[in-house]
């Protein structure tokens, strides 16, 4: 996950958990109102970051109080959405350099989790179960809910397939968004399949349009040329420089310009630019940086790519196909469920599959257009948010 590099948060001191504490009135606590405090990995732009605050907005619009906090006590840019979307934030105040407490070890983290009079706490990833599960355990909080989105942060070290099967039964109830997950932890860690419940990620697809292409496209001086787009963390996982490798040999063959646009930050930003500089096609890929709305850049976009060695439901694809932007992506996962008849698979690792997929877009344009419908379809019909919202409702609130 990236970090973010704004100025960090103040550590909550304990009069601001007593004024938030002190917002729920004895006519709410009554009234059966549920609180619930989501958790995200870090306040920076990334796909669980997105799922998480989305529903938080989507649960406050249906009554529930809802306060936002994270593992990283980073600011960021998703801070500013929260306050947009009327979500208090809570720092936790998770220990980091005593390796107790930064572990889930905690009595001081325990008496602010119990101060925040919770009715639930909604957890992202395995990690956060592992630093907030006992916790939440000790502090009463009756509601455990974690979200797996990719087997990555589980399967990549002895370690962290070690605390999962520690941690799982911490939590109240588990949910994975594809099934492949939920495959990889019952069968692999060894969790209840029965705690485990898939819920797919909601999409409100009508957020998420291309009808001012024309002006997205001309500030960034884009004219006829089939354009490509990534949208994600530039970590090593997604292998962003493969992409733009990929990209700059095709087109070190090609008379007709292309362009490859890639909007996001993070530990393989100084490899992409290392590519850049040192090829004469370079100046076809334009670094964007992270973004906080990315709408706009897959606007301009034809073609949406990605080069993950793991992933689950990829948000970011999610939003491109409900813009009717088809894609090439890696066969992990659940993407290849998600591309049949509206996209291109490639060999997760290959770069001659990368290309080839890079460069039959590139010599057919006619192929891009006749998938657009059916993507904007299948998230439509799919991956609807209020069905996911409603699910995490009752997981959270009874």
């Keep these: 996950m990236p970090r973010s590099r704004g100025k960090r948060l103040p550590r909550a001191r304990e009069h601001d958990v007593a004024a938030i504490v002190g917002k729920r009135s004895a006519a709410a606590r009554a009234a059966g109102k549920p609180r619930v405090l989501e958790v995200l990995h870090s306040f920076a732009i990334g796909g669980s970051e997105i799922f998480a605050l989305e529903l938080a907005r989507q649960l406050s619009m249906q009554g529930i109080e809802v306060l936002c906090a994270s593992i990283e006590a980073a600011n960021g ?27 889930g070890l905690s009595l001081r983290l325990t008496r602010r989790l119990r101060a925040l009079d919770l009715d639930a706490i909604h957890l992202q990833h395995f990690l956060g179960l592992h630093k907030l599960g006992l916790p939440a355990r000790l502090a009463g909080i009756r509601r455990v809910v974690v979200t797996e989105h990719s087997i990555f942060d589980v399967a990549q070290s002895r370690a962290g397939r070690v605390r999962a099967r520690l941690n799982w039964r911490l939590a109240s109830s588990v949910t994975v968004i594809h099934q492949s997950i939920k495959d990889y932890l019952a069968g692999v860690i060894g969790v209840d399949p029965g705690r485990i419940e898939v819920v797919p990620i909601g999409i409100e697809v009508d957020r998420y349009h291309r009808r001012d292409r024309a002006e997205c496209r001309a500030r960034l001086g884009i004219e006829a040329e089939v354009v490509l787009a990534f949208v994600g963390r530039l970590a090593p996982v997604k292998n962003v420089p493969g992409i733009i ?42 670094l964007l940086g992270e973004q906080a709305d990315a709408r706009p850049f897959l606007a301009a976009a034809d073609v949406f790519v990605m080069n993950s060695s793991s992933e689950g439901t990829p948000r970011a694809l999610l939003e491109a196909m409900a813009m009717g932007i088809p894609a090439i992506c890696p066969d992990v996962g659940g993407i290849p469920d998600m591309l049949e008849g509206r996209g ?42 209020a069905l996911a919202t409603e699910r995490y409702r009752r997981l959270l609130a009874g």
């Excluded at 890639?262 to 076809?284: F, I, M």
């Excluded at 291109?344 to 344009?365: C, H, K, Y």
């Design 77 to 103: 840019p998703l801070v500013k959405r929260c306050a947009d979307y009327g979500l208090a934030v809570v720092d936790l105040g998770i220990p980091q350099r005593d390796i107790l407490g930064r572990n």
């Design 245 to 286: 490798a990929a990209f700059l040999a095709v087109q070190a063959r090609r008379t007709h310009r292309s362009r490859l646009l890639v909007v996001g930050d993070g530990a393989c930003r100084s490899d992409c630019q290392e590519l850049l500089r040192s090829h004469p096609c370079g100046y076809q890929v334009t």
């Design 344 to 385: 291109w698979l490639t060999r997760a690792g290959d770069q001659g599959s990368l290309q080839a997929a890079i460069e039959f877009v590139m010599d057919n344009p006619a192929e891009i257009r006749v998938r657009e419908a059916a993507c904007r379809e299948y998230v439509r019909s799919q991956f609807d948010a």
